[in-house]
């Protein structure tokens, strides 16, 4: 929800929302700031706090408008809703991603208006998952969340809530099986190498701390040196390099 996209890309939400503008000679409109917060603040009770992505003349005929088309914040019992409205919507892997980003923002708004931040409504008037994810989608469906029953204990404190990963090497793969928080199976990612599964998992957005990040990149890297060493890989403990013969070595004679 950035003002300012990233080189190479045409709009974010975010340029669209706070820096909108239907040409390069006029001036950019920040609609959070002052169509959001700014009406809200002349008239707590108002309805017009409206934004929108779209741009008539740019995206009538464009090949991909933005998919998130508006949002609106109403105030009702001294709390600040935000209802917002999606034409499209990837359903599997963008959705969560963009309910974050507009929670980030609802806080915003929230607290520059001073009410409590309320509920948060998000309607997609077409929701879907792409064929290249259907694979993915239907583990998760398969899932028993109810039957099965956890198989790790979990310090809630700590903690990633998005789960864990069972790592192990199967044939000449390196498999990563994510488990959610009560212990159901959530996916399964294989590859041949660390960077192989590692780019799987983060196109997912699959881990939220960056400390779990990094103890699953350094146990996928474990699992590749096993991998192609020939030793056995178990999670946690280091390798065991005992059954690698090394050459004879020669003594070493003292030169004086």
Not at 40 to 67: F, G, L, N, Q, W
Request: charge should be negative; glycine fraction near 8%; aromatic fraction near 6%.
């Amino acid at each position: 929800m950035n003002e300012t996209p990233s080189e190479g890309i045409a709009y974010t939400y975010g340029s669209r929302l706070r820096s909108w503008k239907t040409d390069a000679s006029q001036d950019a409109v920040n609609q959070i700031a002052t169509a959001v917060i700014g009406n809200m603040a002349h008239s707590p009770d108002s309805r017009r706090a409206v934004a929108t992505t779209i741009i008539p003349t740019i995206d009538a005929a464009a090949k991909e408008p933005p998919c998130l088309i508006s949002v609106q914040a109403l105030q009702s019992d001294s709390r600040v809703h935000l209802f917002c409205t999606f034409r499209s919507h990837d359903i599997f892997k963008a959705a969560i991603p963009n309910a974050f980003g507009l929670l980030r923002m609802h806080d915003e708004i929230a607290e520059a208006t001073g009410f409590e931040r309320g509920s948060l409504s998000i309607v997609s008037n077409s929701a879907h998952i792409y064929e290249g994810d259907f694979e993915h989608a239907e583990k998760m469906i398969a899932c028993s969340h109810l039957e099965r029953k956890p198989k790790r204990v979990w310090d809630a404190a700590g903690a990633d809530p998005r789960g864990s990963f069972l790592i192990r090497l199967e044939g000449d793969e390196i498999v990563a099986e994510h488990q959610g928080p009560n212990g159901a199976i959530l996916g399964e990612y294989r590859g041949k190498s660390a960077k192989d599964v590692s780019l799987k998992m983060a196109q997912l957005h699959l881990v939220s701390q960056i400390g779990h990040a990094f103890d699953i990149g350094h146990e996928l890297q474990k699992a590749e040196h096993a991998l192609k060493l020939g030793l056995g890989y178990v999670q946690d403990p280091p390798l065991d390099f005992s059954p690698i013969a090394l050459p004879n070595l020669s003594p070493i004679t003292e030169v004086h």
